[in-house]
T-cell receptor, first 116, second 112 residues
Framework: SQTIHQWPATLVQPVGSPLSLECTVE??????LYWYRQAAGRGLQLLFY??????ISSEVPQNLSASRPQDRQFILSSKKLLLSDSGFYLC???????????????FGPGTRLTVL | GENVEQHPSTLSVQEGDSAVIKCTYS??????FPWYKQELGKGPQLIID?????GEKKDQRIAVTLNKTAKHFSLHITETQPEDSAVYFC???????????FGSGTRLQVQP
């Protein structure tokens, strides 16, 4: 079966510090990968998605970047964190079934980031 | 782009009662509508989904209905239990788009 891991689970960082969040998927190959952010009490906002190694698409302009150095590894980064970067960051994966659009997304446990 | 609205934002029911959460979407090309349940401090879990070629789908105590003409879909939970308490999100996606558009969530509380 497939599993998705995220770490760390929680993180407290000062403003201006760098960030690196990691997500890995097991039990599947060549998945689509996604980074979402969830602000407190709000819905999920898509930040980035990737259809393959080195292929990143950004949904919204922001202070963050993403990379996919390996097939099942997805990294979210920042050079200098802002207070507004605080939130719950979720990684998700889906199988690649083009041209079907019915690709269910499965979420990881999330990382709670607090920027002080 | 797609816009998904979800109501209510909070819902409190007595154990054993039914709960209904409603969502509307803006893009008539959307054809996939999943529902996620998120427990405190955890990632969302897919609980049921419906595709545009059907009007209703059931899985034990949960069901989802879709009205494509009106562009709305609903989640129905019958015989609610305290463990159903969580935040529920609806979402929509259309052909050719890889990402889901989520509603703002409904916090369901089932009172024992």
């Amino acid at each position: 079966s497939q599993t998705i891991h995220q770490w760390p689970a929680t993180l407290v960082q000062p403003v201006g510090s760098p960030l690196s969040l990691e997500c890995t998927v097991e039990g599947t190959s060549n998945p689509n990968l996604y980074w979402y952010r969830q602000a407190a009490g709000r819905g999920l906002q898509l930040l980035f998605y990737s259809v393959g190694i080195g292929q990143i698409s950004s949904e919204v302009p922001q202070n963050l970047s993403a990379s996919r150095p390996q097939d099942r590894q997805f990294i979210l980064s920042s050079k200098k964190l802002l207070l507004s970067d605080s939130g719950f960051y979720l990684c998700a994966w889906s199988v690649k079934e083009f041209p079907s659009s019915y690709n269910e997304q499965f979420f990881g446990p999330g990382t709670r980031l607090t920027v002080l | 782009g797609e816009n998904v609205e979800q109501h209510p934002s909070t819902l409190s029911v007595q154990e054993g009662d039914s709960a209904v959460i409603k969502c509307t979407y803006s893009d008539s090309a959307s054809n996939y509508f999943p529902w996620y349940k998120q427990e405190l401090g955890k990632g969302p879990q897919l609980i049921i989904d419906i595709r545009s070629n059907v009007g209703e789908k059931k899985d034990q105590r949960i069901a989802v209905t879709l009205n494509k003409t009106a562009k709305h879909f609903s989640l129905h939970i019958t015989e609610t239990q305290p463990e159903d308490s969580a935040v529920y999100f609806c979402a929509a996606k259309k052909v050719g788009r890889r990402a889901l558009t989520f509603g703002s969530g409904t916090r369901l509380q089932v009172q024992p």
